[in-house]
């Protein structure tokens, strides 16, 4: 849980190191479901900024809500998304992190609202009672941002 909480920290860190050249700024809930050995649902908030106009560094905290090998389990999980650009459908890399893994991921994005990605996750820690929580993992994301506005 400790290497959670620096890697989360860190994540704020670059974010908020770049606020000071942000041009726009979005935040908001975030739902998804994903697909890793069970099916999972997550929900959180997300934090995304512009920077340099053709670039959107964004960062979520979420709970995977999963029930797997019969048992119930909440696992936190903290995530980074960086888009190359800015598109109507613009493709983007990911990274999510939780106390028993890390995974890659790439994707595209429409408008950055809905996300679909895919990745691999690498094991870093077993939990109890469960078989590890690796392999290919799959994702579809709704990004609900609340201070959306559109400038005319």
């Excluded at 974010?15 to 994903?34: E, H, N």
Aim: net charge positive; hydrophobic share 45%.
């Amino acid at each position: 849980m400790k290497n959670f909480n620096k890697i989360f920290f860190c994540l704020v860190l670059i974010l908020a190191s770049l606020s000071s050249k942000a041009q726009d700024i979005l935040y908001g809930p975030t739902v998804s479901y994903q697909f890793q050995k069970g099916s999972a649902i997550k929900t959180g908030g997300y934090f995304a900024i512009s920077f340099d106009g053709d670039h959107i560094f964004k960062t979520d905290v979420t709970a995977n809500f999963t029930w797997k090998q019969n048992k119930f389990a909440v696992i936190p999980e903290a995530a980074f998304t960086y888009y190359p650009a800015v598109f109507i459908i613009t493709p983007l890399i990911r990274a999510e992190v939780t106390p028993y893994t890390i995974t890659p991921k790439l994707g595209f994005s429409v408008a950055t609202l809905f996300e679909f990605d895919l990745g691999y996750g690498m094991s870093i820690n077993e939990k109890k009672d469960y078989r590890p929580i690796k392999g290919f993992a799959g994702s579809i994301r709704f990004n609900i941002p609340l201070n959306f506005r559109l400038n005319m």
